[in-house]
């Protein structure tokens, strides 16, 4: 999926493989390091991640390592951190005990492999943005899955402005008016009259909840950033797009209908009844999950996804990315704005 | 044209390159796709624009063609975003339009689709 210009296929470039085994030795503490495999990985729509095997003599790493090395593609979407700010947050979660793969290092230094980077311990299990509700396994235990989604939701949620302060994030006011704007300058920049968008937008700003709660998102929790492995849930990934706002905007990102990947359904992600999964996180945060929010931030899920989905497109139509799947991503638009119509008929309202 | 992109040649353009660059075998599926919205676009595309204009020249009770599309979908997306479409008869009309509008355009970008 990697074809943008001079990014191709770098880390198998063996000096480039010196530099970084060196970076590795220095933010390791180790005497050595032997870099044994690189594997480019499936998924990571806007991020590059690669399996790295690693073999380190000396210091509190020694031995073998598998880790994953993740960098930014070519072009990306603008609301996506940086590297340090996507380790920083991830480590914050990581340190509460969130089920998500150790952040090891973080290198900012542009000589080493010519990007931004940070590598992480390699969790075990299997990342399927395609859907998990035929996997027999998962078929299986899906209720125990969704108890495990909501118990890990709400322990991310624990992280607020009050315990914790990110330097690249601000506390919003509204998250959701904040949204609104942000999203109707962008459509200002596209070439093009985005009327359905426009309706979900509206709907947004007229229906916004009156008061938030704000607490850290994972802001993409979704089943392709989800590792499985026996039916049992072993990571959650990519927090590139992490930020403060209402609890309920994950809630509904998880459930709405653009993200059950062809199983609708199983409205908790394809894969489970929301029962178990509102009970989880209702238990784990002592929090009410109010499904009259759900409604509004799955609404909202979808009108951000038109977005993303407009930026992706523009990867390669203004960045140059010759990458078809980001490409593709702008003819879904047309679904997203099916589902916003159908969740907004005129006059609907909260209730 | 409609809003939706790539359009049907600038897919067309990012396919060729693709599978000028070798990596076909990676991408065969994708390709499969694109390659049908393309086609699906350079066959619909226009009547689906024209059929949106048509709609808007209705509901502005602006009978002037499609030199005037331009200007009336702007005008559109901005009477909604201002509020002027939230009540009454217009809020139906202009929910009605976003769906036949956008219901068209699924045609194109993906007739399967059924949602819920």
Known sequence: MIFGPGTDATLDDPLLRKRLANFIVSAASANGCVINGVTRLAGGAIQENYALDLEISGGPFDGHLSTVL????????????????EFTITRAAFDIG???????????????????????????GEARGDGLGYDAAIASSSATIAEQLGFQLAKIHTITPETHRFDCLTPPASPALISIAHYRAQLEQNDGDFAAIEWGLRWLERNSPAHTELVLLHRDYRIGNFLFDKGQLTAILDWEFADWGDPHEDIGWLCAQCWRVGNTQREVGGIADRAPFYKAYQDRSGREVDPSQVFYWEVYAHVRWAMIAL?????????????LDAALSGHRLAELETEILRMTPPESALI | MTIDKPNGQQLKRLTNAIIKSGFVENFKELIKVADSISERSSLKSHDVDAAYIEYLSLFYEQMEGMSAGDALKERFANDIRSGSMDQGKKATSTYDILKAHTRARLQISNPTYKGD
Request: glycine fraction near 8%; charged fraction near 25%; hydrophobic fraction near 35%.
């Open chain 1, 311 to 323: 930026q992706q497109a523009d990867r390669y139509l203004v960045g140059g990315e010759l990458n």
């Open chain 1, 70 to 85: 993740r960098t930014s593609a070519p072009t990306g979407v603008a609301d996506s951190h940086d590297r340090m700010s």
């Open chain 1, 98 to 124: 969130v089920l998500t793969p150790r952040p090891l290092w973080c290198c900012e230094d542009r000589s080493v492999i010519g990007k931004p980077f940070s590598i992480m311990l390699r969790a075990p």
